[in-house]
Protein backbone atom coordinates (compact mmCIF):
# COMPACT_ATOMS: atom_id res chain seq x y z
CA UNK A 1 0.00 0.00 0.00
CA UNK A 2 1.55 3.59 -1.13
CA UNK A 3 1.56 5.62 1.70
CA UNK A 4 3.05 9.16 2.35
CA UNK A 5 3.98 10.60 5.84
CA UNK A 6 4.63 14.44 6.19
CA UNK A 7 6.12 15.67 9.15
CA UNK A 8 8.26 18.64 10.78
CA UNK A 9 5.44 21.33 10.91
CA UNK A 10 4.69 23.48 13.98
CA UNK A 11 4.79 27.03 15.60
CA UNK A 12 7.27 29.55 14.35
CA UNK A 13 8.36 32.92 14.13
CA UNK A 14 8.14 35.14 10.85
CA UNK A 15 11.66 35.30 9.84
CA UNK A 16 12.00 31.63 11.31
CA UNK A 17 12.70 28.60 9.52
CA UNK A 18 11.21 24.83 9.24
CA UNK A 19 12.01 21.58 7.51
CA UNK A 20 9.49 19.41 6.21
CA UNK A 21 10.11 15.94 5.85
CA UNK A 22 7.42 13.12 3.56
CA UNK A 23 8.38 9.61 4.22
CA UNK A 24 7.13 7.32 1.42
CA UNK A 25 6.02 3.69 1.41
CA UNK A 26 4.82 0.93 -0.67
CA UNK A 27 6.78 1.94 -4.05
CA UNK A 28 9.62 2.47 -5.36
CA UNK A 29 10.23 5.96 -4.04
CA UNK A 30 13.34 6.90 -6.48
CA UNK A 31 11.28 6.53 -9.59
CA UNK A 32 8.93 8.96 -8.92
CA UNK A 33 8.49 13.09 -9.07
CA UNK A 34 7.06 14.66 -5.95
CA UNK A 35 5.34 17.99 -5.16
CA UNK A 36 4.50 19.93 -2.08
CA UNK A 37 1.24 21.46 -2.33
CA UNK A 38 -0.12 23.59 0.86
CA UNK A 39 -3.56 24.90 1.26
CA UNK A 40 -4.06 27.32 4.27
CA UNK A 41 -6.82 27.68 6.62
CA UNK A 42 -10.29 27.60 4.76
CA UNK A 43 -8.63 28.20 1.28
CA UNK A 44 -8.17 26.17 -1.69
CA UNK A 45 -4.98 23.91 -2.81
CA UNK A 46 -1.42 25.95 -3.72
CA UNK A 47 1.18 24.25 -5.46
CA UNK A 48 4.23 24.71 -3.83
CA UNK A 49 7.25 22.88 -5.33
CA UNK A 50 7.67 20.33 -7.56
CA UNK A 51 11.47 17.85 -7.92
CA UNK A 52 12.16 15.27 -10.60
CA UNK A 53 12.69 11.22 -9.47
CA UNK A 54 16.48 12.05 -10.82
CA UNK A 55 16.49 15.59 -8.70
CA UNK A 56 17.94 16.78 -11.35
CA UNK A 57 14.67 19.28 -11.99
CA UNK A 58 13.22 21.25 -9.16
CA UNK A 59 10.58 23.89 -9.79
CA UNK A 60 8.80 25.96 -6.95
CA UNK A 61 5.99 28.61 -7.06
CA UNK A 62 6.58 32.18 -7.54
CA UNK A 63 5.43 32.77 -3.87
CA UNK A 64 8.33 30.54 -2.17
CA UNK A 65 11.22 31.34 -5.09
CA UNK A 66 14.32 31.97 -3.28
CA UNK A 67 12.86 30.88 0.37
CA UNK A 68 11.73 27.27 -0.26
CA UNK A 69 14.20 24.36 -1.01
CA UNK A 70 13.24 20.87 -2.59
CA UNK A 71 15.40 18.03 -1.99
CA UNK A 72 15.17 14.11 -1.63
CA UNK A 73 16.69 11.54 -0.21
CA UNK A 74 16.25 8.20 -2.22
CA UNK A 75 18.23 5.92 0.35
CA UNK A 76 16.03 7.05 2.84
CA UNK A 77 12.84 7.62 0.75
CA UNK A 78 12.04 10.87 1.98
CA UNK A 79 11.22 13.86 0.45
CA UNK A 80 11.97 17.32 2.04
CA UNK A 81 11.16 21.28 2.25
CA UNK A 82 13.58 23.62 3.95
CA UNK A 83 11.58 26.65 4.35
CA UNK A 84 13.49 29.68 5.40
CA UNK A 85 12.69 33.42 5.78
CA UNK A 86 9.00 32.17 6.73
CA UNK A 87 6.21 34.83 6.45
CA UNK A 88 2.72 34.47 8.03
CA UNK A 89 1.36 33.78 4.76
CA UNK A 90 3.54 30.78 4.78
CA UNK A 91 0.78 28.85 7.32
CA UNK A 92 -0.81 26.19 6.00
CA UNK A 93 -1.21 22.12 6.11
CA UNK A 94 1.52 21.35 3.69
CA UNK A 95 0.94 18.22 1.46
CA UNK A 96 3.16 15.97 -0.18
CA UNK A 97 2.04 14.09 -3.06
CA UNK A 98 3.63 11.67 -6.04
CA UNK A 99 3.09 12.96 -9.51
CA UNK A 100 2.65 9.94 -12.21
CA UNK A 101 2.69 11.86 -15.87
CA UNK A 102 0.95 15.25 -14.63
CA UNK A 103 -0.81 13.63 -11.98
CA UNK A 104 -0.95 13.38 -7.86
CA UNK A 105 -1.95 10.34 -7.65
CA UNK A 106 -1.42 9.81 -3.45
CA UNK A 107 -1.05 12.30 -1.36
CA UNK A 108 -0.11 12.37 2.28
CA UNK A 109 -2.37 13.64 5.18
CA UNK A 110 -0.55 16.80 5.64
CA UNK A 111 1.83 18.76 8.35
CA UNK A 112 0.55 22.35 9.72
CA UNK A 113 2.79 25.37 9.28
CA UNK A 114 1.71 28.21 11.47
CA UNK A 115 4.11 31.28 11.13
CA UNK A 116 3.13 33.67 13.94
CA UNK A 117 4.76 35.93 16.42
CA UNK B 1 2.01 32.54 -15.19
CA UNK B 2 -1.65 31.75 -15.97
CA UNK B 3 -4.67 31.21 -13.79
CA UNK B 4 -7.42 28.55 -13.16
CA UNK B 5 -10.77 30.35 -12.92
CA UNK B 6 -13.75 27.81 -11.04
CA UNK B 7 -17.06 29.31 -10.02
CA UNK B 8 -17.58 29.57 -6.46
CA UNK B 9 -19.61 27.10 -5.44
CA UNK B 10 -22.44 25.05 -7.83
CA UNK B 11 -25.52 23.09 -6.03
CA UNK B 12 -28.17 20.46 -7.41
CA UNK B 13 -30.89 17.92 -6.21
CA UNK B 14 -29.54 13.88 -5.80
CA UNK B 15 -29.89 12.26 -9.37
CA UNK B 16 -29.49 15.62 -11.28
CA UNK B 17 -26.20 16.77 -12.88
CA UNK B 18 -23.92 19.56 -12.29
CA UNK B 19 -21.25 20.70 -14.52
CA UNK B 20 -17.85 22.62 -13.41
CA UNK B 21 -15.89 24.56 -15.85
CA UNK B 22 -12.32 25.56 -15.64
CA UNK B 23 -11.10 28.48 -17.48
CA UNK B 24 -7.74 29.08 -17.90
CA UNK B 25 -6.62 32.59 -18.26
CA UNK B 26 -3.16 32.21 -20.86
CA UNK B 27 -1.86 29.42 -23.16
CA UNK B 28 -4.10 26.79 -24.68
CA UNK B 29 -5.93 24.67 -22.12
CA UNK B 30 -5.64 21.74 -25.06
CA UNK B 31 -1.62 21.94 -24.80
CA UNK B 32 -1.41 20.54 -21.10
CA UNK B 33 -3.54 18.08 -19.57
CA UNK B 34 -5.98 18.68 -17.32
CA UNK B 35 -6.98 17.33 -13.70
CA UNK B 36 -9.35 17.24 -11.06
CA UNK B 37 -9.34 17.21 -7.57
CA UNK B 38 -12.18 15.87 -5.26
CA UNK B 39 -11.58 16.93 -1.32
CA UNK B 40 -14.09 16.47 1.35
CA UNK B 41 -14.16 17.92 4.44
CA UNK B 42 -10.76 16.81 6.84
CA UNK B 43 -9.82 14.88 4.27
CA UNK B 44 -6.33 14.83 1.50
CA UNK B 45 -7.62 15.50 -2.31
CA UNK B 46 -7.88 12.04 -4.21
CA UNK B 47 -8.08 11.98 -8.13
CA UNK B 48 -11.48 12.49 -10.11
CA UNK B 49 -10.20 13.19 -13.64
CA UNK B 50 -6.51 12.75 -14.88
CA UNK B 51 -5.29 13.61 -18.91
CA UNK B 52 -8.58 15.52 -19.63
CA UNK B 53 -10.89 12.93 -19.04
CA UNK B 54 -9.22 9.44 -17.94
CA UNK B 55 -11.14 8.24 -14.77
CA UNK B 56 -8.52 5.82 -11.94
CA UNK B 57 -9.30 2.95 -11.33
CA UNK B 58 -13.08 3.23 -8.27
CA UNK B 59 -13.99 6.14 -9.40
CA UNK B 60 -17.13 5.60 -10.59
CA UNK B 61 -17.97 6.93 -14.44
CA UNK B 62 -20.51 9.15 -13.12
CA UNK B 63 -17.66 11.77 -13.44
CA UNK B 64 -16.04 12.63 -16.95
CA UNK B 65 -14.26 15.31 -17.89
CA UNK B 66 -13.80 17.62 -21.54
CA UNK B 67 -11.75 20.20 -22.84
CA UNK B 68 -13.41 22.88 -24.88
CA UNK B 69 -10.73 24.87 -26.72
CA UNK B 70 -13.11 27.90 -27.82
CA UNK B 71 -13.32 28.77 -24.55
CA UNK B 72 -10.17 27.36 -23.27
CA UNK B 73 -11.97 25.98 -20.47
CA UNK B 74 -11.96 22.39 -19.10
CA UNK B 75 -15.39 20.92 -17.70
CA UNK B 76 -15.82 18.07 -14.43
CA UNK B 77 -19.67 16.70 -14.93
CA UNK B 78 -21.26 14.70 -12.36
CA UNK B 79 -24.25 12.56 -13.02
CA UNK B 80 -26.44 10.73 -11.30
CA UNK B 81 -25.35 13.01 -8.13
CA UNK B 82 -25.27 11.52 -5.13
CA UNK B 83 -24.41 13.14 -1.23
CA UNK B 84 -21.25 11.72 -1.02
CA UNK B 85 -20.30 13.86 -3.93
CA UNK B 86 -20.76 17.03 -1.88
CA UNK B 87 -16.96 18.37 -1.67
CA UNK B 88 -14.41 20.59 -3.07
CA UNK B 89 -13.55 20.30 -6.67
CA UNK B 90 -10.15 21.45 -7.99
CA UNK B 91 -9.27 21.64 -11.43
CA UNK B 92 -5.15 21.16 -12.12
CA UNK B 93 -2.56 22.25 -14.68
CA UNK B 94 0.99 23.23 -15.60
CA UNK B 95 3.13 24.88 -17.81
CA UNK B 96 6.91 24.92 -19.17
CA UNK B 97 7.75 25.32 -15.23
CA UNK B 98 4.73 25.28 -12.84
CA UNK B 99 1.43 23.47 -11.84
CA UNK B 100 -1.36 25.45 -11.42
CA UNK B 101 -4.65 24.65 -9.27
CA UNK B 102 -8.20 26.59 -10.31
CA UNK B 103 -9.43 28.35 -7.43
CA UNK B 104 -11.73 25.60 -6.31
CA UNK B 105 -15.47 24.86 -6.58
CA UNK B 106 -17.71 23.77 -3.74
CA UNK B 107 -20.78 21.23 -4.80
CA UNK B 108 -23.76 20.61 -1.84
CA UNK B 109 -25.89 18.35 -2.77
CA UNK B 110 -29.24 19.54 -1.97
Known amino acids: EVQLVESGGGLVQPGGSLRLSCAGS????????MNWVRQAPGKGLEWVSYISSTATTMYYADSVKGRFTIFRDDAKNSLYLQMNSLRAEDTALYYC??????????WGQGTLVTVSS | NFMLTQPHSVSESPGKTVTISCTRSSGSIANNYVQWYQQRPGSSPTTVIY?????PSGVPDRFSGSIDGSSNSASLTISGLKTEDEADYYC?????????FGTGTKVTVL
Open chain 2, 51 to 55: EDNQR
Open chain 1, 26 to 33: GFTFSTYG
Open chain 1, 97 to 106: ARQVFFDNDY
Open chain 2, 92 to 100: QSYDSSSYV
